[in-house]
């Protein structure tokens, strides 16, 4: 079992941000067991975010992530994702995104991963990243998003398909004996319940 993991100490006081953060409809978080009323900002990533994002990785995922996350995707890929925190305490970051607009196919969205604090999980945070990146993807073109999770990772799978993706099965999709999931939904996404 992972504890909630307190990297106030890690926090990154940039207020150097190229996209102004946008706030989501009320989405209550919680924040080390305390329900918190208020909005969740969200706003670019930027390469800054990968040492914090970095400290916490690990615990967040429940495993070792590797090149996963890697600081080329924050320092060149970074402005396409998103950082979720709370308005109340926008320093206190709950959750990111990393993904991008494909080159290879201009209609395409791919979405490397999400993480969410697992202490402000279930509160609608992986949801608002995922909706807030559809309708900027969707803004540039995108028709369609896709992302991959280990067909063993029911917690993904089921929140996947909750947002309207459709899976398919791919063996050794990312290596011999790594299979994946490949998830593809259009754009962009419905409103939030």
Do not use: K
């Not at 400290?55 to 950082?83: E, I, K, N, S, Y």
């Not at 990312?174 to 490949?182: A, S």
């Amino acid at each position: 079992m992972i504890g909630a993991y307190d990297h106030s100490q890690y926090a990154i006081r940039s207020t150097d941000h190229p996209t102004p953060p946008v706030t989501c409809g009320a989405v209550p978080v919680a924040i080390a067991g305390r329900a918190v009323s208020g909005h969740l900002t969200l706003r670019a990533l930027t390469a800054a975010d990968f040492a914090e994002a970095r400290v916490v990785a690990d615990a967040w995922f429940g495993r070792p992530v590797g090149l996963t996350m890697h600081r080329l995707f924050f320092d060149q890929l970074g402005p396409a994702g998103l950082r979720a925190a709370a308005a109340a305490d926008s320093e206190r970051m709950l959750g990111v995104l990393l993904g991008f607009a494909s080159l290879a196919d201009p209609e395409l969205a791919y979405v490397h991963f999400v993480m969410v604090d697992p202490a402000a999980r279930g509160r609608g945070i992986a949801g608002a990243l995922y909706r807030e990146f559809g309708r900027r993807m969707a803004a540039q073109g995108c028709r369609r998003v896709r992302t991959l999770a280990a067909p063993t990772n029911g917690r993904s799978l089921r929140f996947h398909e909750s947002l309207g993706f459709v899976g398919t099965f791919a063996s050794e999709f990312v290596g011999p004996g790594q299979d994946r999931v490949v998830f593809e939904r259009t754009l962009p996404f419905p409103p939030a319940p």
